[in-house]
């Protein structure tokens, strides 16, 4: 069995990843990430792949998931599916309910 970094390739191979790439910033970002992945046995820093790797496990392990930044607080929030549909089912209550006291 493939573990660590490597284990990534299946995921991408399949387009499971979704990288944004419309601006600058996030061009620069892509950019870094996959040079990094394509020197990765031969350069000494694998910061950007490591992290990819853990937003992986956390995403695996709340059976899906969004990581999404946030940049307000300057962190990644990480929200697995079932967290979505709660939010969602929250919200919809709420709007109910907001618009039955109107």
């Known amino acids: 069995m493939i573990t660590g970094i490597p284990a990534l ?3 991408f191979e399949k387009g499971l990843f ?3 790439y419309y601006d600058d910033y996030s061009k620069e970002f892509v950019n870094a990430l996959f040079a ?3 020197m990765l046995s031969k350069s000494p820093h694998d910061d950007f792949a490591d992290a990819l790797l853990r ?3 956390v995403i ?3 059976e899906g998931g969004i ?3 946030d940049s307000a607080f300057n962190i990644y929030k990480i ?3 079932k967290k979505q549909e709660q939010n969602r089912s929250q919200k919809a209550i709420s709007e109910r ?3 039955l006291l109107r």
Do not use: I, N
């Open 9 to 11: 390739q299946y995921t």
């Open 18 to 20: 979704e990288f944004p």
């Open 36 to 38: 990094e992945l394509k």
């Open 55 to 57: 937003a992986e496990l």
């Open 60 to 62: 695996r392990a709340t």
């Open 67 to 69: 990581v999404e930044y």
């Open 79 to 81: 929200m697995s599916r």
């Open 97 to 99: 309910l907001s618009g």
